[in-house]
């Protein structure tokens, strides 16, 4: 999994070329941090997550700002959430399912309106004030097989690296420092702990060809990878908007976006019918923050009391991010003759890695109609472009070719994998009384380009369900809304040269949200 070794890295820098694993490795991360479904109130959350075209809602501040104007009372309001992140994996021919629920606050908001100004065109205006979570990334991955293919381990990518250095047994020995239980290299830790095996050679010395240690003879591995992901994406955002002539409503804002994310991935492999180890480990650890800063603007236009339209702009968020990767290597060994005191090495432990983010620009257009004058419900519907394929990723690192280089890269991995996408959102409310019904429903295409770890790309779009009901009156307003989608993913425990001898873990994901909103007018 992630991340590139720091020694990899220096070695490509010095070659003006960082390859094509490290430049994927972050331009996936800028779609990770990027790939924003729904939030916002209950209310817009049970319409399918428009606000294109919609005002007179908390959400507003951080959708389209311009629908701060339909305000003529201030408004307190809050909108807890819990998420639902079912996972079913398939690996190796076995079926598996990583569930993970988590409860966070979905929104906090309080909107100030002004005044009536009277015979003024510019009527009244708003100022609202908000936090959201816009991306949880919590989930886990969990897989489990048995794979019959003898060249198909993880150890095999040490192998690989040991016999292509061409290193001695002594060299290799001499990776691992004791004093930290650290070695320089994953094939280093896995001499160390036995795992591999070099070829003894007449003059007593030995080396290369390297082998597994373990093989029982050639019995099948049983794998097992999971993946733990946590964090949230979220943003203070403070927004201000009026409306002319009660026809044009025009709205701006800016927002502090806050990004956290943690993957805690471990891989375990055991040979059946071993008589030296019970099992080995591999867990990868990667911590990120970052804090970054927006801009947005938005308008909507009343054609008639019935109907209206709107278009919101979004900037692209500039983010300056931090990651710690770790990475360990442990053995369990039944033969007393391989037990070690330096079980969990780390490899090749690297400093802490800073670089900038760009996320992508994205812009909406929509249009509300109003039943029987806005009495009976409404409708709504809206369109969002999202240009992924300017994401960007820097760093000053490096020197100024290897910055140069760094960026070069991952923009040539950004436009090889992703593409730019238009998002489609359809929702409608009915009112009866202090009672309103609601449902929604979206479709977001697939953002990427290639069939990637045999997951074919029409696979990955989403399709987006969600229904909602609520009360309010003159004082109070209390909404819920629950959202569900599915896609595909995939992913590749390990990587071997020989595509056949990569196992891959195809998961179908599903997604459930239910939010609960409540508020106060004064």
Known sequence: MKKISFLFVTALITQASFGQGPAVDY???????????????????????NQTALGGDASSIFGNPAGLGFYNRSELSISPSFNITSNQSNFLGSSTTGLKNKGSVGQFSLVLAGGNNGSRRWRRSALGISYSQSLNFNETIDAAGLNRNNNSSFLQQYINDANARNINSTD????????????????????????????????????????????????????????????????????????????LYIGGALALTRLRYNSDYTLNESVQSSRAFSG??????????????QLSFGLIYKLDPSLQIGASLH?????????????????????????????????????????????????????????????????????????????????????????????NDVRLAVQDRYQNVVNFRAG???????????????YFPTAYKLNLFRVVPEDRAKVLFTAGLGIRNERFFADIAGSYYTFKSGLAPYELPNDQDTPTVATSAQRTNVTLSVGVFF
């Open 428 to 442: 409608a409310e009915v009112r009866a009384g202090l009672l309103r019904l609601r449902a929604g429903a979206g």
């Open 172 to 247: 290799l020995d001499n990776e691992y420092n004791s004093n930290t239980n650290s070695a320089a290299s994953g094939a280093g830790a896995a001499y160390q702990l036995y795992l591999i095996n070099p070829t003894e050679y007449n003059n007593g010395s030995a080396g290369p060809p390297y082998t597994r240690f373990d093989n029982s003879p050639n019995q099948p591995l049983n794998q097992r990878a999971t993946l733990t992901r946590t964090g949230a994406q979220s943003q203070w955002t403070i927004a201000y908007s009026g409306n002319l002539d009660d026809k």
């Open 27 to 49: 331009a996936d991360d800028a779609f990770r941090y990027s790939d924003q479904v729904i939030n916002g109130t209950a209310r817009f959350r049970g319409m399918g997550g």
């Open 280 to 293: 080995y480990s591999r867990n990868s650890v990667l911590d990120v923050t970052g804090n970054g800063i």
């Open 315 to 407: 900037s692209p968020s500039f983010y300056g991010v931090r990651e710690d990767y770790s990475q360990t290597l442990s053995a369990q060994a039944i033969n007393p003759n391989l037990q070690t005191n330096n079980n969990n090495i780390a490899i090749a432990p690297e400093p802490t890695f800073t670089y900038s983010l760009t996320s992508p620009f994205r812009t909406s257009g929509g249009v509300t109609y109003f039943l029987g004058k806005n009495k009976i419900g409404l409708i709504t519907a809206s369109a969002e472009y999202v240009g992924y394929g300017g994401m960007r990723v820097r760093t000053t690192e490096f020197d100024v070719q290897g910055n140069t280089d760094f960026r």
